[in-house]
């Protein structure tokens, strides 16, 4: 049984029983990393990424018995369409990052269905111990690194603050010493005026480290600068 194993683990051809072998081990390393986008209510979950993982071993597949059937097919590169599975796999993920307002969302997920792609593509070229070894550091670095993000003295809520001014002229620096006096991290930001309505918006991006920030961070910049109307957080 163990040589029968071993013999068909280390077959380069695709044959019936090592591309029973490949799908149904991509169908299983799909299923544990979608599984765990899936119990953080992502988009691109169990699923998605099953099918992510499955496809891309299949197309890798193909991309061997290609050559191997047609040996005299003088456009048969084994690394052809899997090198179009990578280029392919950009635009997926660019549909499970979103933008607005100065805050982008997705990355994570991003990355994740690229990872799971080349994990397939590892499984189609028979690559099964750097396929599992992949997905088990995707894992690593999808359950147990998040621990030592929320660690850092970088870390917290990402939040957008949008904060209304009854002037065109608001004194930026000001309020921006104001949030870091709150221990609050501020990034980007975008500023529109109303000249007409005589209001101006400033959109930022700040960290929290704790959810009483917001308050007490929304009473001093009401105190500390008068023509504050509006402030709101949004995740």
């Known amino acids: 049984m163990v040589e029968w194993l071993n013999e068909i683990l280390s077959d380069t ?14 169908l299983v390393l799909g299923i544990i990393i979608g599984a765990e986008r899936q119990m953080r209510r992502r988009d691109a979950g169990l699923r998605t990424f099953t099918l992510i ?15 191997q059937i047609y040996p005299n097919f003088l456009n048969g590169d084994p690394g052809r369409i899997a090198a179009q599975v990578i280029t392919g796999i950009g635009f997926l993920g660019a549909g499970a990052i979103m933008q607005g307002k100065g805050s982008i969302q997705g990355l994570t997920t991003a990355a994740s269905i690229w990872q799971a792609a080349v994990i397939g593509l590892a499984v189609g070229a028979g690559l099964y111990l750097v396929a599992i070894l992949a997905t088990g550091i995707t894992l690593f670095v999808l359950i147990v690194m998040e621990y030592f993000e929320h660690g850092l003295v970088i870390s917290g809520a990402n939040r957008i603050m949008t ?4 002037t065109t002229d608001p004194d930026i620096e000001l309020i ?7 221990k609050v991290q501020t990034g980007n930001y975008t500023f529109s005026a109303d000249f007409d309505k005589n209001e101006s918006v400033i959109v930022l991006k700040v960290t929290l480290k704790q959810a009483m920030h917001q308050i007490s961070l929304s009473k001093d910049l009401h105190n500390k600068i008068p023509y504050v109307k509006s402030i709101s957080l949004v995740a």
Do not use: D, H, Q, R
Request: charged fraction near 10%.
């Open 176 to 182: 921006k010493s104001v949030i870091e006096e709150n």
């Open 53 to 67: 993982v499955m496809g891309s071993t299949c197309a890798m597949l193909l991309s061997i018995w290609i050559p």
């Open 163 to 166: 904060i209304t001014f009854s």
């Open 13 to 26: 051809t695709i044959n019936p029983t090592t591309a029973v072998l490949k799908m149904s081990l991509s």
